[in-house]
């Protein structure tokens, strides 16, 4: 196939594919992917790794079979193909077509991707081996005849199995779930625009966070279902001609040594690791590297200059949302970064930002207040998000008075940086996960022992928050009701969701309409660790292990 050009208003190219194509023309030798030994040892004969030629020419190729399934503009395909290199090769060739991606958690357990399967109306799910079963069991459930293939199949040439794409314009490159404080994930609209200027924000970074063309390495365990990953390290790489180092996930043990062997520049990492990695017994390894950055969100106060000490790096701190993408995201690329104030950086002039009490007034140096932010100039969108699928009141009331407002607490410093307090939403954030209370309220809530129910966060050592759950219960409650209320969760959702504490209460504290009073829950919640009606379900807290097979 062959990639459009730039577009001639913006300047960028037409999509992630046709950047793909422009890096493949210019850099064909060097490695676009890298999938280190550590990460794939569960399905392939470690490592695996491919050049810019290599890559360009199995999108299209996969393009071309996906073209005889029926793909076209206008249609979402869902892909729960965890971070192996499938991800990157289907999630281009699709775009070629105009068709786009929904990002599936593989922690998710069926009734999960059931939602997602019906809210976002892909036409046909691609997995890995193992989860073949649950995608079909999830479609099922969801009462939609959504196709289900293995990634390797589709390589091997199939015949039409969706009905051809009507007209679309296939700007839209995917749909990503993000939680929220309604219950369920939404689902954010994310174009091809989205992405480019993901990468061009990465591109043109500057103090601590350069990128050479062509010879820039980034190492990430995220995944490939979020937008750092998707939209932030792999697009900045694509469009520089660098090499995505990609983990299935952080395993302490053989961090630095695949942070050497990769011969990585830079690093995406979440607040958790930095405790972890100051963890481990010192090393001279703990210097023996080739990295120059790397890039955080909420590392614990008393690690981060600590950290930079030891592994002899910046580690930066920065603030996005998904739907602000790279419109209003804020990075503490250079000095002041104010290690152990939860800085993260000065708004760049491009990033317009008020910071506001509850009555929407601005708050003076100092205060708290919540962020508000948008795009400088005539399109105060530009980079955003393009809104959230089938709600557009949620989508409206984000940008009253022209503004999205992000939900967090923050304060600016008389030098003018920015300092993260608190979440106004009710999202608990686990080790760099959103979960929304109200979803794992609702699946605990059918539980037949369960009379009411509210889940908060309370603060870990760890993982930043811990899920609790507060129970009034049918029946005198203890330690095995406790165990039996989580494996009916653990059963139903993703493991990070589950309760990691579960406490028995005789009543929850509500509001005269029987509303519940979330501050007072938080209180409560807070209060109850180390109780006797408060059970640790920390340690059952686990990845479900798929069986091992070949590589899709």
């Known amino acids: 196939m062959r990639a459009s050009g730039a577009s001639s208003d913006t300047g960028l190219e037409a999509s992630p594919y046709a950047a793909l194509a422009a890096a493949a023309a210019r850099y064909p030798g060097n490695q676009f992917l890298l999938i280190p030994s550590s990460a794939c040892a569960g399905y392939a004969q470690g490592p695996i790794a491919l050049t810019y030629a290599e890559a360009f020419a199995q999108v299209d190729r996969l393009a071309q079979c996906y073209r005889s399934a029926g793909l076209g503009g206008g249609q979402r395909v869902a892909l729960l193909l965890e971070n192996r290199p499938e991800f990157f090769l289907h999630w281009f060739a699709l775009n070629a077509l105009g068709a786009s991606v929904v990002p599936v958690n593989p922690d998710y357990r069926r009734p999960e991707i059931a939602y997602l399967l019906a809210h976002s109306e892909a036409v046909m799910a691609v997995g890995i081996p193992e989860r073949l079963d649950d995608l079909g069991a999830a479609a099922k459930q969801a009462g939609r005849a959504v196709p289900v293939m293995a990634a390797r199949d589709i390589s091997e040439g199939v015949r039409r199995v969706v009905e051809p794409a009507a007209a679309g314009n296939g700007n839209e490159c995917a749909l990503m779930y993000t939680s929220g404080t309604t219950g369920k994930p939404k689902g954010c609209l994310l174009s091809n625009e989205y992405f480019l200027r993901m990468g061009l924000r990465y591109m043109n970074r500057r103090g601590y966070v350069q990128l050479e063309a062509g010879r820039s390495r980034v190492l990430t365990p ?44 830079g690093i995406h990492c979440l607040g958790v690791m930095p405790a972890i990695l100051l963890g481990l017994p010192p090393s001279p390894d703990d210097t023996a590297h080739c990295v120059r950055y790397g890039t955080a969100a909420n590392v614990e106060l008393q690690h981060h200059e600590a950290f930079e000490k030891r592994f002899r790096f910046p580690l930066i701190e920065g603030w996005a949302m998904t739907e602000t993408g790279a419109g ?47 795009h400088a100039g005539p399109d105060p969108k530009l980079g955003f998000f393009s809104g959230y699928l089938k709600d557009p009141a949620a989508t409206e009331a984000g940008w009253a008075g022209g503004w999205w407002h992000t939900g967090d607490v923050v304060r600016r410093w008389p030098d003018g940086t920015l300092h993260f307090v608190d979440r106004r939403k009710n999202v608990i954030r686990r080790s760099g996960e959103n979960i929304s209370a109200l979803e794992v309220e609702e699946t605990l809530r059918a539980h037949p022992m369960v009379v009411q129910v509210a889940v908060t966060g309370v603060p870990d050592d760890v993982r930043g928050e811990e899920v609790m759950a507060c129970v009034v219960s049918a029946r005198p409650a203890g330690t095995i009701e406790a165990r039996e209320i989580f494996e009916w969760a653990i059963q139903r959702t993703a493991y990070f969701k589950c309760p990691g504490w579960i406490a028995f209460v005789p009543v929850l504290p509500t ?26 379900l920390r340690p059952l807290k686990r990845r479900a292990k798929a069986p091992q097979k070949e590589s899709a």
Do not use: Y
């Not at 180092?245 to 011969?263: A, G, N």
């Not at 990033?351 to 929407?360: L, P, T, Y």
């Open 222 to 265: 995220l995944p490939m279902f979020h937008m750092n990953a998707m939209g932030g390290s792999t697009m900045g790489m694509v469009m520089s001609g660098g090499c995505v180092i990609q983990l299935d996930r952080f395993h302490p043990k053989t961090w630095w040594s695949d942070v050497r062997e990769t011969r990585a520049t």
């Open 328 to 374: 209003a995201a804020i990075s503490a690329d250079d000095e002041p970064r104010h290690l152990g104030t939860r800085c993260f950086g000065k708004p760049k002039p491009e990033v317009e930002f008020r910071i506001v009490d509850e009555a929407g007034l601005d708050v003076s140096a100092g205060e708290p207040g919540e962020l508000l932010v948008r």
């Open 511 to 536: 509001t005269a309409t029987q509303k519940l009073q979330r501050g007072a829950v938080r209180e409560l919640g807070a209060n109850l660790l180390g109780t006797a009606a408060c059970f640790d």
